[in-house]
């Protein structure tokens, strides 16, 4: 294989979760450009369509939309069970789909509710259990990426903060990153015995339509001086865990931050 069909997804099948918007929507948009069929999933069906209909057009790959609340066994059963029947195969799984609350209003963590301490852990436990035991252990192969994030990674600088209305990243969206990163590792051990390889791509700061003062704040933390940029910097990274390019690599988490973690 030459150095361009190493990254080629042609007759692959991706499932995205999450896959409606943001870095998840980038994400699915570069596997179907890389060939691949895609699945991708939101709360809101109607975003998951328009989502869906972008896409198609743009790549000509066949990609359904799909509603699922992954904190909900029930939904992801039915979800896993809806690719299938469509494409009859799932080789590559994006654990995207998470949910961050970041208002002053619910910041702190002596007023953090326990309902929420898991829920950006619970879906990437819940998808990865369904797609390995109804697709990729049958089939003995198959590759996944899980979402983490340098917050999982890192304590935060809160002076980011100041100034702006954003209240940052809650402390059980810290510990669910962490543990998502943690538990790459040991899926990776455990399901290599099945071609299945786990990887993890931790992001920092994407700039999504941020203020002047908080890009500011945020990009003096970054050895690169900015924020990534939506729709182009997440890409490659999902491309190439998600290719044959990176056959020899499982149980890894990619920071994409601008050396955020390398201060």
């Known amino acids: 294989m030459n150095v361009m069909e190493l990254f080629d997804l042609s007759g692959k099948v991706a ?3 999450g896959g409606a918007r943001n870095l998840g929507y980038d994400i699915a948009l570069a596997l179907a450009e890389a060939g691949a069929d895609v699945a991708i999933t939101s709360r809101n069906l109607e975003d998951a369509r328009k989502s869906a209909g972008s896409i198609a057009q743009a790549t000509g790959r066949k990609v359904l939309a799909l509603p699922c609340d992954v904190r909900f066994e029930e939904q992801v059963q039915t979800m896993v069970d809806a690719v299938l029947a469509e494409f009859g195969r799932i080789d590559i799984l994006v654990n995207n789909a998470g949910n961050v609350v970041s208002t002053p209003q619910n910041k702190p963590l002596e007023e953090r509710p326990l309902e929420q301490w898991d829920v950006n852990l619970r879906g990437v436990f ?9 697709a990729m252990k049958p089939a003995r192969q198959g590759t996944i990426i899980h979402l983490g994030s340098v917050a999982g990674m890192l304590g935060k600088d809160h002076r980011v903060y100041r100034d702006t209305t954003m209240g940052g990243v809650t402390i059980d969206y810290v510990a669910a990153k962490g543990g998502v990163i943690s538990m ?6 455990w399901l290599a015995q099945y071609n299945i390889r786990v990887n993890c791509i931790s992001p920092g700061g994407f700039w999504r339509n941020h203020t002047e003062t908080f890009t500011r704040q945020y990009s003096d933390l970054v ?7 939506d729709g ?26 601008g050396g955020m973690s390398a201060w």
């Not at 819940?126 to 109804?134: E, Q, R, S």
């Not at 790459?184 to 051990?189: G, N, Q, S």
Request: hydrophobic share 45%.
């Open 184 to 189: 790459t590792r040991e899926m990776a051990c």
């Open 232 to 257: 182009k910097e997440i890409k490659g990274a999902a491309l190439f865990l998600a290719s044959e390019a990176s056959s020899y690599v499982t149980g890894i988490n990619l920071p994409v931050d």
């Open 15 to 17: 499932l995205v979760t």
């Open 126 to 134: 819940l998808c990865t259990k369904h797609v390995v035991a109804k």
């Open 223 to 229: 050895p690169m001086g900015r924020m990534g940029q």
